[in-house]
């Protein structure tokens, strides 16, 4: 599967200038509402270690990581439900997204203008989640009229009726459907709801707001429990230019471990349940993203359909056996080692995946 994430905020909070460090791209990022006219989308391979050193053992170049999407609309203002601003026009680009990163601004700077003049970040949160659910409530609405009638045709329908009503009281009352984690999700899906999505935040600091945790502690709580991670857009575009020591040693040096792009992928993988396994061998080594809790018919299915289908068995190794037991060896496959050792398993249709299983399918499909 492939990860999306569609990005969202009040114009002036630095989502460009966030949007081209996350994603390497140089779109228009200017000190002036709707900078951002067309929908911009990047797509950045998840950074991981572990297909480098696979690649060193299994001798080849062709290094395929698993990859996130980011899709940055213009900036929302109040009112956008009804035609204000232009954000409100590419709501439809992150319907299909599987969560929404909120950029709220929370520094200070008079160079920099708010779109009312005023820095608030409770009150810039509000506006945003205010006009999801506004939209959310209109496609609600324009989907219960017909729906009501095909309900009134078909009984068994009832039960999606009953939550669709739900729904539209939660919106009705200014409530994102994230609010309630009771609503059946599925009854729900084909309409792609804004604020059915999980939401990280993402709070845009300066330099001295990366080591002020008392202020990020007031900011976090604005949203629990909904994650929040504490960037700084600038520093994030610096590191643009940097080779990975001195981006690391940049990073340091304001007590941050992790880039904000490494943040927000840990972030959206742990939000949505998500796990990466590995496959590997001389033509490829690559990461395929699962949910967590997928078996390994499913896993299959990542790759092919038809690898689901015929599933047969599934010949795995926990990556860091391969790596320890592969290290002394200077003969033979990389798996030698690791079969004379007895780390290899056959593992069947019920075999629930774990995020370190290097993985082989033995499949078998007939016309």
Request: with cysteine.
């Amino acid at each position: 599967m492939s990860l999306s994430i569609g990005i969202v905020g009040l114009p002036n909070v630095g989502k460009s200038t966030l949007f081209n460090a996350l994603t390497d791209s140089n779109i228009l990022a200017a000190n002036y509402p709707f900078a951002t006219i067309e929908p911009n989308t990047g797509i950045v391979p998840v950074p991981d270690e572990r297909l480098t050193k696979l690649a060193s053992l299994y001798k080849t170049n062709n290094i395929v990581p698993a990859t996130v999407s980011f899709v940055d609309i213009a900036g929302l203002v109040a009112g956008a439900s009804k035609g204000e601003g232009l954000g409100n026009q590419f709501l439809s680009h992150i319907r299909s997204t599987n969560a929404i990163v909120q950029v709220v601004r929370a520094f200070d700077d008079p160079n920099v203008q708010h779109v009312d003049e005023q820095h608030d970040p409770a009150k810039d949160i509000d506006v945003i989640n205010t006009e999801l659910v506004l939209a959310d409530l209109q496609t609600v609405t324009n989907r219960l009229n017909k729906f009501e009638k095909e309900a009134r045709a078909n009984p068994k329908l009832k039960p999606v009726l009953d939550t669709i009503l739900q729904v539209r009281t939660l919106l009705d009352s200014g409530q994102p459907i994230w609010s309630q984690p009771d609503i059946d999700r599925e009854h729900i899906a084909d309409l792609q709801l804004l604020t059915a999505k999980p939401v990280i935040y993402v709070f845009n600091l300066d330099e001295d707001g990366l080591t002020d945790t008392a202020h990020q502690q007031k900011l976090r709580e604005l949203v629990a429990p909904s994650p929040a991670l504490f960037v700084c857009a600038k520093l994030e575009s610096e590191l643009r230019s940097l080779d990975a020591t001195d981006a690391a040693e940049l990073l340091e040096s304001y007590g941050v471990k992790e880039s904000g792009l490494i943040q927000l992928i840990h972030a959206a993988y742990a939000t949505l349940g998500l796990q990466s396994y590995l496959t590997a061998g001389e033509k490829e080594v690559r990461a395929w993203t699962v949910h967590k809790g997928a078996t390994a018919p499913q896993a299959a299915g990542v790759i092919h359909g038809d690898f689901e289908k015929g599933f047969i068995a599934a010949q795995i190794i926990d990556y860091n056996d391969l790596i320890s037991l592969s290290a002394d060896q200077t003969n033979g496959s990389p798996l030698a080692a690791a079969k004379a050792a007895g780390k290899v398993r056959t593992e069947g249709k019920t075999y629930v995946m774990q995020p370190n299983d290097v993985v082989e399918f033995k499949f078998n499909v007939t016309k």
